[in-house]
């Protein structure tokens, strides 16, 4: 997910999204889309999943065929995989 939204996204009360299950960690960066894209760009995220449909988001196809650190999916428990990607 490198985007929140295509539309024009207006939160102007919005300061901070969770980034992790039962946990006080937070990020903010300026807006919802750089918000969402600086915890996947950065991989904030992944170590706090447990539910990754993985083809809900194509983008992370070079991630999961990459070399990953041996911890980045830490917390996973169920992972979804509903359909290949073409190259």
């Known amino acids: 997910m490198k985007i929140f939204s295509e539309g024009n996204t207006s939160t102007p ?9 039962n946990n006080s960690e937070w ?6 889309n750089n918000t969402i894209y600086n915890m996947f760009e950065n991989k904030v995220a992944f170590g706090k999943l447990k ?5 809900d988001y194509p983008e992370l196809k070079d991630v999961w065929y990459g070399q990953l650190h041996c911890n980045v999916f830490c ?8 359909r290949h990607w073409k190259n």
């Not at 917390?75 to 509903?82: D, W």
Request: hydrophobic share 55%; no cysteine.
């Open 13 to 21: 009360i919005l300061q901070k999204v969770k980034i992790a299950e």
């Open 27 to 32: 990020l903010w960066k300026g807006n919802l």
């Open 51 to 55: 539910y990754l449909a993985l083809s």
């Open 75 to 82: 917390s996973l428990k169920h992972l979804v995989v509903e």
